[in-house]
């Protein structure tokens, strides 16, 4: 049966081995990025973004999150350059976050972590013709992590933390349009890159990760928003304490920046 995996105790990241072993392999995410371990690389490209306002809708999904799909067919929106080889269509946006504004975030800067971060979720449109053939591949995606911090409210993403209450069954879904993911990146162009995987289960290490390295800043209320989303995943009704898996082995892996 399809193995019921989530955040608790029970079911949490410390259990996924035993369904999923990829879970303890070479080339696993999330990554603590410790300056130790990064390098500049001079020749490493701008990210190129062709993004556009595009039609969404907003799904609360696995019961764990919300994730914004895009319809990749029509005019999509397109990622490449920086660390990437050909380009990759956005398929779907979706944050990880936890209980309180210190904790959430996937990755993490030198220990350092933040409220929640926000996945930007590409696949390799030049080699796959979908998502389902790329997200076990290679080279088959690349997620830009941006590290969300409680501050000044985000306008963009208000159009998002606006509707999360009136999806906070799971499996509810409402229509979002008008979304510019382009406003949804910060103002600096730098960030980390590494190989890692996706960050829950199956785990495939098939993700090229873009993390920026500035944060965007929310409200405290957007935040509560992000967190009042409830889970009935595990039957009973109960608001989600997290969603973030904590940081994995780098095994040896170089992790590049694009700034110095
Ligand atoms: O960055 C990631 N965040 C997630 O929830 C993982 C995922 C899993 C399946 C599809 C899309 C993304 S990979
Ligand atoms: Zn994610």
Redesign the pocket.
């Known amino acids: 049966e399809q193995p019921s995996w989530g955040y608790s105790k029970a079911n949490g990241p410390y259990t996924w081995v035993s369904h999923f072993p990829i879970a303890q392999g070479s080339r696993q ?1 999330p990554v603590d990025l410790r300056s130790s371990d990064t390098r500049f690389d001079a020749k490493l490209q701008p990210l190129n973004y062709h993004y556009m306002p595009t039609s969404s809708r907003i799904l609360n999904n696995n019961g764990f ?1 919300f ?1 914004l799909s895009f319809d990749d067919s029509s005019d999509p929106c397109v990622l490449s350059g920086g660390p990437l080889d050909g380009h990759f269509r956005m ?2 946006l ?1 944050m ?1 976050w936890g209980c309180d504004e210190h904790a959430g975030s ?1 990755h993490s800067v030198d220990g350092n972590t933040y409220a929640a971060e926000l ?1 930007m ?1 590409h696949w390799n449109s030049s080699k796959y013709s979908n ?1 389902q053939q790329a ?1 076990a591949q290679p080279d088959g ?1 690349a ?1 830009i ?1 941006v590290f969300i911090q409680v501050g000044a409210e985000h306008k963009e993403l208000k159009k998002i933390t606006d509707l999360l209450p009136m999806i906070t069954q799971q499996d509810s879904k409402i229509e979002l349009s008008g979304l510019n993911p382009l406003l949804l990146l910060p103002c600096s162009p730098a960030y980390w890159t590494y190989l890692g ?4 289960p ?1 785990l495939y290490e098939s ?1 090229t990760w873009i993390v920026m390295k500035e944060p965007l800043s929310i409200s405290s209320q957007q935040l509560e928003a992000i967190q009042s989303l409830y889970s009935l995943r595990s039957g009973k009704h109960e608001r989600l304490l997290n969603n973030y898996r904590p940081p994995q082995l780098l095994a040896g892996r170089e992790i590049r920046a694009s700034f110095k």
């Open positions: 995410s999150s994730k398929n779907q979706h990880h996937e996945h979720v998502m997200v995606l997620v992590g995987s996706l960050t829950t199956p993700v």
